[in-house]
């Protein structure tokens, strides 16, 4: 297995798309929305490599750390995932159930110290896409007037 990607949760979507895409210069290459309505948008920080930023987070106070969202380990075949589903299940590890996605298919689960993992199993390839949530933030609309 190897990292997919990292999801970061924010309050302020808005604030997010501006440092990382602004300031920082990377690039959003896609907007949707998670099945209880949430905003997920992924930037690509090159080298191949992307985040997800999930919107609706409460940030921690002063002085509390911030949390990663989720660790994405995506495997290669349905043998794969099947298996580690029922591996997981078998050791006692709380799996949450199947998502099916337009790109394949997750799970997700928790390991020992708390932190959210996701298995993936991509069976098509990512559509990148600005066009996915019908809502976005005001700076979306701004980056695609520059494309």
């Given at each position: ?7 970061i949760?924010?309050?302020d979507?808005?604030?997010t798309l501006?440092?990382?895409c602004?300031?920082?210069g ?6 949707t ?10 930037v ?5 490599n992307a985040?997800?930023?999930?919107d609706?987070a409460e940030l ?5 750390r911030?949390?990663?969202?989720h660790?994405a380990?995506?495997v ?9 589903y029922q ?9 949450t ?10 799970f ?6 708390g932190?959210?993992l996701?298995?993936e199993l ?12 019908p ?5 979306v609309?701004?980056?695609l007037?520059?494309?």
């Open positions: 297995m190897y990292l997919d990607h990292v999801g949760n924010t309050n979507m808005e604030a501006q440092f990382y602004g300031i920082l990377m690039r959003l290459v896609r907007t929305r998670t099945p209880d309505g949430r905003r997920h948008y992924t690509e920080i090159g080298g191949g985040f997800a930023v999930f609706g921690p106070t002063a002085g509390e911030q949390h990663v969202n660790l380990l995506p290669e075949t349905l043998e794969e995932f099947d298996a580690t591996r997981l299940e078998d050791h006692g590890v709380a799996v159930e199947i998502i099916e996605r337009g790109y394949g298919k997750t997700y689960f928790h390991d020992p110290n932190i959210r996701q298995i991509k069976t098509k390839q990512d559509a990148d896409s600005l066009e996915g949530d809502d976005p933030v005001p700076y609309r701004a980056l007037q520059r494309a």
